[in-house]
């Protein structure tokens, strides 16, 4: 089945120490989403992908950067985490076609402890 | 700005019971609509979505949901729920920005199905 995969499921790091969460899709879609979900809150988006196009959120801080080597695969990179970067991580893809929307179809998530 | 407001944060309802979640939007241009429901620890997964056409919209696990213009809204229902429906329940609009579409989530509503 296509599907979107994340890899660990569960991530624990420590304080100050690089951290990098995978993606991978089989769908073929040409848009990638990251999100940060907190508990009980909704989840917010950090960044996505337009194929090679890298949109960073206004509010994202500057700890978290991506990498889309190819249409398949995304890396989310925390360069430094913080104690308030513990939450689940999202990833999700989208197939954006002229003039029509499509829904996205998210992952299973990490959810990523900081020590 | 578009917006999304889900004015329950929880609601329990027994076994068998028929559930109205709410959901609210603020938009001055074509809306798109969506239901996700999370289970713990997981992904988000598409319950339906209003495009256009039919107002009256069915999705999977036996959810529906209306479109209504003129109230703003996009209430998800289902005329008997199960144990198994227990889950976070998040609303979204899609909106169109820097090249690809966009969800705002509403806050979720928390499904509490009793026995």
């Known amino acids: 089945d296509a599907m979107v995969i994340q890899n660990p499921r569960y991530q624990v790091t420590q304080f100050g120490k690089p951290v990098t969460l995978s993606c991978s899709q089989t769908l073929n879609h040409n848009v990638m989403y990251w999100y940060q979900q907190k508990s009980s809150q909704a989840p917010k988006l950090l960044f996505h992908?337009?194929?090679?196009?890298?949109?960073n959120e206004a509010d994202t801080p500057d700890n978290f950067q991506s990498r889309r080597p190819n249409t398949s695969f995304c890396f989310l990179d925390i360069r430094s985490p913080g104690l308030g970067d513990a939450a689940m991580y999202l990833c999700a893809t989208s197939a954006l076609t002229s003039g029509r929307i499509n829904e996205q179809f998210f992952g299973p998530g990490t959810r990523l402890t900081v020590l | 700005a578009q917006s999304v407001t889900q004015l329950d944060s929880q609601v329990p309802v027994f076994e068998e019971a028929p559930v109205e979640l709410r959901c609210n939007y603020s938009s001055s241009v074509s809306v798109y609509l969506f239901w996700y429901v999370q289970y713990p620890n997981q992904g988000l997964q598409l319950l339906l979505k209003y495009l256009s056409g039919s107002t009256l919209v069915k999705g999977i696990n036996g959810f529906e949901a209306e479109f209504n213009k003129s109230q703003t809204s996009f209430h998800l229902r289902k005329p008997s729920v199960h144990i198994s429906d227990t889950a976070e329940y998040f609303c979204?609009?899609?909106?169109?920005?820097?090249?690809?579409?966009?969800?705002?989530f509403g806050t979720g509503t928390r499904l509490k199905v009793l026995a």
């Open positions: 979204a609009v899609s909106r169109f920005s820097s090249g690809t579409y966009k969800y705002i």
């Open positions: 992908y337009y194929d090679k196009d890298f949109n």
